[in-house]
């Protein structure tokens, strides 16, 4: 499988693309690979001249700052960043403004004991801030590991929006245990809502002991609640990703905390062990049981979270491992949209998905059938016996039944069949029943997301910003098609960091994207618009919704009255539609003659300045009127960069000319006229002599052929490199032709001069 390696981005020898192809899982066969291109790919440097990144780090701190947590307040413009030993305020508008900064260190001690314990002073034992969640106007609830002792206490804002200054409440200070991991690196949620902290989280030193937890914040009461410890039908080592407090029903009495995590599944195979992505939900005025499950949840259920994409002969390919989950507001508060992030266990390839979620759905599974282990082979079957009343899961609410104030209310039945009963057995699957968007192989795998939903021309967009393991950002249009269809196109690709994304805000006020890493904090604008091209056709062909060719340049699209001035066709991308003065601009491309010695090579250029756009050749031969287009085949091999002839013959004189084709929109953008020079004419010339030393007057390849693309593979070079030196070699060999062509000339030229002043009498 040392193929698959090559299968990037998708710069690749479209012949070698053809190959690759075949030994791909059936997932992306379907698709249009063009598409995963990105049509704007920006490298750090490349974003910080243009003016694109801003960044932060703490100059101060001797190992990086580790940035793994971020509390955006959008009215007033500050962001707040968790990081070792400190919290920083930072202006949201420019980030290298650190409007002030706290030290937060861990108590000595615990240092001392951390050390000991055989953990590493520099990664584990000091105070990582993990938790900074808003508890009132001027108050911020922060969390911090303290060296594997967590504590938590409040940051104070002040009431002064022109002078802020952070003060950290040291008399406050609380023991963090069920409110923060004591672990850096563990995953971990947490949610404050109405005074109280939901958090999945471990509370021992070695993290086995996990929870999903609620405790008072507001009140010095000791009290908590929790799920059942060291009992895998409730948790079994789990993951957690995000946690939300979603309102059920008008009633408050139904309002329910959502966790989303993943955990080795009870249900697989014992053999091989599988991870599972999984919703759970409780009841907020859940207190317990009274007589059993007394200070346990006596609402907790949970279901399978799917996100797996249909092959053929049933064959799923399944994205198991959740990795982040966002949750996108719309007009109804109980229903919003649930985005996730997956990813695959398979040993085999990489994959990322992003699969999508209705409330509806979630809410289906939680009143669908119970799973139960049962038979003689004690398998995981759906459970068909009688159901207590109230229906486990249900919150307790006076106005429905007067009996039932609380959990305490619940009759026993109930609570043993909670506590048998924690899983549904039917899924939760996602929108469409399929991911919304998939990538294999890619290099990177994709950690984290944030959704925006973008007003354009024609319509409203739900455009995703991912962040990467190696330090990418992503940002991907959703455009939807008939037939519930939709088609994702990747914008752009931004090099934002070299280690991975650990936290992602966005801020529509400010049209800005912060995003953290382990190193440093960044904020990128939402849109680099002037980057896709300076004609109103690469502007449309974009089909960016954040932006539309204003008259004069591609610039960020605002939704305005003014509906003529602004030119944007996300939908089609169709540059026909919205821009003047296409005009046939082939007749001005340039004719360039090139050279080609017969039964030899030869290389014509022509590169798109988009991707995603695909090439076509066309082809005219000499004396003839017909033109045809070229395809890959024998002698002829496309590639990325141009047109490679294989072995010329006199059929191959003739105008040679490429277009690029996006969508509907076609252009021009290279014309050659190829002359071929007899074999015979080239033979006795000595032009090796004047070859580059570093060719060593060797010549381009005289073919490519199958054992050559299985020699890449040998060598250990990239199809990218490969491609790329064959060009390179192309480029200096029509050099030498040119050079060999004007010496044949002016060889012809000197000898009808010497006819005509013999050598020995001096020229007049
Ligand atoms: C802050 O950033 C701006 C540009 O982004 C730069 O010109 C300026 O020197 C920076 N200031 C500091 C103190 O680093
Ligand atoms: C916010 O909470 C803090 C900490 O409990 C408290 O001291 C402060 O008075 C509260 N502020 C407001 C405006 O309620
Ligand atoms: C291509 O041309 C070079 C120089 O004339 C020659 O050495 C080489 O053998 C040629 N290749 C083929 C396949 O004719």
């Given at each position: 499988m040392r193929f698959v390696e090559f299968w990037k981005t998708g710069h690749i020898c479209p012949l070698l693309a053809m190959l690759l192809q075949l030994l791909l899982?059936?997932?992306?066969?379907?698709?249009?690979?063009?598409?995963?291109?990105?049509?704007l790919q920006l490298s750090n440097t490349e974003l910080r001249s243009k003016n694109s990144l801003a960044m932060f780090w703490d100059?101060?701190?001797?190992?990086?700052?580790?940035?793994?947590v971020m509390l955006l307040d959008e009215d007033r413009g500050w962001l707040l960043v968790g990081g070792r030993d400190h919290v920083y305020m930072l202006d949201s508008e420019n980030l290298?403004?650190?409007i002030d900064k706290i030290h937060w260190p861990a108590g000595r001690e615990h240092t001392e004991r951390c050390k000991h314990a055989g953990?590493?002073?520099?990664?584990?034992?000091?105070?990582?801030?993990r938790l900074l969640q808003p508890f009132n106007k001027t108050h911020v609830f922060a969390c911090g590991t303290g060296a594997y002792h967590p504590k938590c206490t409040y940051i104070d804002l002040g009431h002064n929006v022109e002078e802020p200054a952070l003060r950290l409440l040291s008399s406050s200070v609380e023991s963090g245990r069920g409110k923060?991991?004591?672990?850096?690196?563990e995953p971990f949620t947490a949610r404050l809502t109405d005074g109280d902290l939901y958090a999945g989280t471990s509370v021992d030193f070695m993290g086995n002991n996990a929870a999903i937890f609620r405790s008072s914040v507001?009140?010095?009461?000791q009290h908590y609640i929790r799920t059942e410890a060291f009992n895998d039908h409730w948790l079994n080592e789990p993951e957690f990703v995000g946690s939300y407090s979603i309102p059920?029903?008008?009633?408050?009495?139904d309002d329910k905390v959502y966790f989303f995590f993943k955990e080795t599944?009870?249900?697989?195979?014992q053999l091989d062990k599988r991870i599972y992505s999984r919703v759970a939900r409780v009841c907020k005025n859940d207190i317990g049981?009274?007589?059993?499950l007394i200070n346990r949840w006596s609402t907790f259920l949970k279901a399978r979270l799917v996100c797996s994409v249909s092959g053929s002969g049933g064959m799923d390919t399944h994205f198991?491992?959740?990795?982040d989950i966002f949750l996108l507001e719309t007009k109804d508060p109980q229903n919003p949209v649930i985005y996730g992030v997956f990813s695959t266990s398979s040993s085999v390839f990489r994959g990322s998905a992003v699969c999508v979620y209705s409330m509806a759905s979630i809410r289906a599974a939680f009143n669908g059938p119970f799973a139960h282990k049962e038979g003689p082979d004690y398998r995981w079957v759906e459970y068909k016996g009688r159901i207590p009343y109230p229906r486990p899961g249900t919150c307790p609410s006076e106005t429905y039944d007067?009996?039932?104030?609380?959990?305490?209310?619940?009759?026993d039945e109930v609570m043993s069949f909670m506590r048998g009963h924690q899983m549904m057995w039917e899924p939760v699957v996602p929108i469409h029943r399929r991911p919304l968007f998939t990538q294999i192989n890619a290099p990177y795998r994709l950690k984290k997301l944030v959704v925006d939903k973008v007003d354009a021309e024609d319509g409203q967009y739900n455009v995703l910003h991912l962040g990467t393991d190696d330090g990418k950002v992503l940002k991907v249009v959703s455009i939807p098609k008939e037939n519930w269809e939709t088609e994702e196109i990747i914008l752009e690709e931004l090099s934002?960091?070299?280690?991975?994304?650990l936290s992602m805000e966005i801020s529509t006020k400010r049209q800005a994207l912060f995003v953290s890493s382990a190193d440093a904090v960044a904020r990128l604008p939402l849109?680099?618009?002037?980057?896709?091209?300076?004609a109103c056709a690469d502007c449309c062909l974009?089909?960016?919704?954040?932006c539309a060719w204003d008259g004069t340049t591609c610039t960020n699209y605002f939704p305005t009255?003014?509906?003529?001035?602004r030119r944007q066709d996300v939908?089609?991308?169709?540059p026909w539609s919205q821009?003047?003065?296409?005009?046939?601009v082939s007749e001005e491309i340039e004719l360039k003659v090139v050279y080609g010695v017969e039964k030899n090579s030869t290389f014509l250029e022509c590169m798109p300045s988009s991707p995603q756009a695909t090439v076509k050749w066309i082809m005219q031969q000499r004396h003839s009127q017909s033109t045809k287009e070229l395809l890959s085949g024998e002698d002829i091999i496309l590639t990325k960069r141009g047109l490679l002839l294989q072995r010329i013959t006199s059929l191959n004189a003739g105008v040679y000319s490429c277009t690029a084709h996006e969508h509907s929109f076609s252009r021009t953008l290279a014309r050659y006229e190829l002359q071929v020079i007899p074999e015979e004419h080239v033979t006795?010339?000595?032009i090796t002599q004047h070859s580059d030393p570093k060719v060593g007057g060797n010549y381009a390849p005289s073919s490519l052929s199958y054992k050559d693309l299985h020699l890449i593979g040998v060598s250990g070079l990239t199809a990218d490199e490969y491609c790329e030196q064959l060009w390179y070699r192309e480029k200096r060999k029509q050099q030498k032709l040119r050079t060999l062509k004007w010496k044949q000339r002016s060889d012809s030229s000197k000898a009808r001069v010497r006819r005509q002043n013999p050598p020995n009498k001096p020229l007049q």
């Open positions: 899982p059936g997932v992306i066969a379907n698709r249009v690979w063009n598409q995963y291109i990105p049509r100059n101060g701190a001797e190992v990086h700052g580790y940035y793994e290298n403004q650190t953990k590493n002073l520099l990664t584990d034992c000091a105070n990582f801030v923060c991991p004591f672990s850096p690196h507001h009140t010095t009461s059920d029903t008008h009633s408050v009495d599944a009870v249900e697989s195979n049981g009274k007589r059993s198991d491992e959740l990795e007067p009996l039932h104030k609380s959990t305490r209310d619940f009759p934002v960091f070299q280690s991975p994304i849109q680099r618009c002037e980057l896709y091209g300076k974009a089909r960016d919704p954040y009255n003014k509906r003529r001035s939908r089609y991308g169709d821009c003047q003065d296409l005009g046939d006795n010339t000595r």
